[in-house]
Every structure is written in structure tokens, then in C-alpha cells.
């Protein structure tokens, strides 16, 4: 048995945020002859659900990684198996340096996007993922008010836990969150990760949120020997789960410090059956 674990956006979905019939039909084939299939990805639980339910992913002995590992989500048992918090006060901190720069900052509670700002930014990643958004005047006192059990600022419908990341998005030039990035590490390091998703998009959690060490844990989970276990991606959060596979793969329209990682460059992009070219070379 071998175990694929692939990203979502720029890499299984193509760029209408669909999956192919090609790549689909080679997913339903490696699951059929008894090999895993995972969906990692960085994209809130809430916003990967839906297309696991489209695609008919949500069988019992099926699993998600969300939030670049921050939480890891049985399909069959309808409940999460992994939870990687961080402390509302580090996210807290991070989003007020963002606010100050003009960047815009929001984290996660339940299926909610929640943030102290309604943005531009907020508002076009909430419409792409398919999620609403609360607007907050203080992170800190949301989260720690859930926490406590007592009522959160505004009513919603979703039980109030520990933050488990928050993101940053610029309207400006990727160069801003690279500065932005290198200015907190001088205080996160050591105490959270951060990444990449998009260029516009720099992402912070827990140290062990990241897809290598959900690849690790799920091939632990299944009892899979890591060598049997291959992951394909297109951006740097992949990067350690390229890495940490048997086999790591970049997709053609792969970043170049992806494609310079990867074990395999796929010919085919996220438009054209990457998923399925990787799955006929490597699996079946």
C-alpha cells in the first residue's frame, strides 16, 4: 500500500478551483486497488470539507490535513484526530504588527474566518473559500472569552478553541512579507512556524504545523514505511512534505524552489492531469 498526499490549490484543483475528470478518475483508481489518498492542504477545515463531499472523499478510512497540519480530520468519524493550537497572545501580536504595516491579518474559529479588520483582502479570501467572517474588536479577548466558556463578543454558532494560525495578506509586493517575516522571527522563532502559501500569503502556527510531520503522522497512523509514501505540491508549505516523502514531486507550474527540491518534476500542470501523471508513474 502506498499513500499520496497532495496539496489543493495550484495542484489536485485547477485553476477554476475544480478537480479534472482525468486526475479524478486516477484518484478513484488508487483507491480502488487499496492504496490512501490524502488531501494536505492549507485551507481551513471548513473550506475543504465541501470539496471532499463533491468528490465523494468524506469514506469511512479517509482523511483531511488541514491548516498545513495544524489539524488532521478522520472523514469517517466526522471528527479531528490532531489539533495543533497556538496562544491567542502570539496571534494577537503578529496581526497588530500586520494592521500597523497595512497588511491585513485573520485567524480561524470554527468555520468562521475572524479578524479585527474587514478588509479587501478579507472579504476576497473569504469568497473564495467559501466562508463567512466575524469581525472582532479584540482577538485576544474573543478567543479567551470561548475559552472560558462565557459568551463570545457577538453570538456564533461554532464552539470558540485555541487559535491554531493566523495569516497575513499583503496588497503590496511580495518583498513586504518577506521583511514582515524576517522582523518576527525575531520573536517567534523557536516558538512558531511560518510559511508561504501563496506569494501574497505568510502564513504562522505551531511549530509542528507543517505537511511533513502530518505525512509522518499519517504513514505512523496507516503503518505505511515512509518510502511508500509520495507528496506532490506546487508552493513552499509543501516543501516539508516533499521533502519528508518517499517520493517528492513538484508540479509543473511549481515554484522554482519547489521544482528544485522535488525528487520529480511532473510535465502536466494543475490544468492538464499533474495529479493523474503522477499517480500512473509512481502508484499503479
Do not use: W
Not at 474587514?118 to 466562508?131: D, G, H, P, S
Not at 518510502?227 to 511549481?254: C, Q, R
Request: include cysteine; glycine fraction near 8%.
Amino acid at each position: 500500500m502506498k499513500i499520496l498526499f497532495t496539496d489543493l490549490d495550484g495542484t489536485l484543483l485547477m485553476d477554476d478551483k475544480s478537480i479534472s475528470a482525468v486526475d479524478l478518475t486516477a484518484v478513484q483508481k488508487l483507491i480502488a486497488a487499496g492504496h490512501k489518498f490524502v488531501m494536505t492542504t492549507g485551507r481551513p477545515l471548513a473550506a475543504v470539507i465541501p470539496l471532499a463531499e463533491k468528490y465523494g472523499f468524506m469514506e469511512e478510512g479517509s482523511f483531511l490535513v488541514s491548516f498545513n497540519g495544524g489539524l488532521i480530520y478522520d472523514c469517517g468519524r466526522r471528527e479531528s484526530i490532531l489539533n495543533r493550537f497556538i496562544s491567542p497572545a502570539d496571534v494577537k501580536f503578529i496581526m497588530d504588527e500586520a494592521h500597523r504595516r497595512g497588511m491585513h491579518a485573520h485567524t480561524y474559529a470554527g468555520d468562521l474566518v475572524v479578524s479585527e479588520y474587514e478588509t479587501e483582502q478579507l472579504k476576497t479570501y473569504c469568497r473564495i473559500m467559501n466562508m463567512d467572517y466575524l469581525i472582532v474588536d479584540d482577538i485576544c479577548k474573543f478567543f479567551e472569552q470561548g475559552a472560558a466558556g462565557g459568551a463570545p463578543e457577538k453570538p456564533i454558532n461554532v464552539v470558540v478553541k485555541p487559535p491554531i494560525k493566523v495569516n497575513i495578506i499583503t496588497p503590496f509586493e511580495h518583498s513586504s512579507l518577506e521583511s514582515f517575516r524576517s522582523d518576527m522571527r525575531k520573536h517567534t522563532e523557536g516558538k512558531l512556524f511560518d510559511v508561504f502559501s501563496k506569494p501574497e500569503m505568510l502564513e504562522f502556527s505551531h511549530l509542528q504545523s507543517n505537511k511533513g510531520d502530518a505525512l509522518r503522522f499519517m504513514a505512523n497512523l496507516f503503518q505505511v514505511p515512509i518510502e511508500d509514501t509520495l507528496a506532490v505540491g506546487d508552493e513552499e508549505n509543501d516543501l516539508p512534505m516533499i521533502e519528508a516523502a518517499g517520493v517528492g514531486v513538484a508540479m509543473a507550474n511549481a515554484s522554482d524552489v519547489v521544482r528544485e527540491k522535488a525528487d520529480y518534476v511532473t510535465k502536466l500542470d494543475n490544468n492538464h492531469g499533474g495529479i493523474a501523471e503522477v499517480i500512473a508513474k509512481f502508484v499503479l
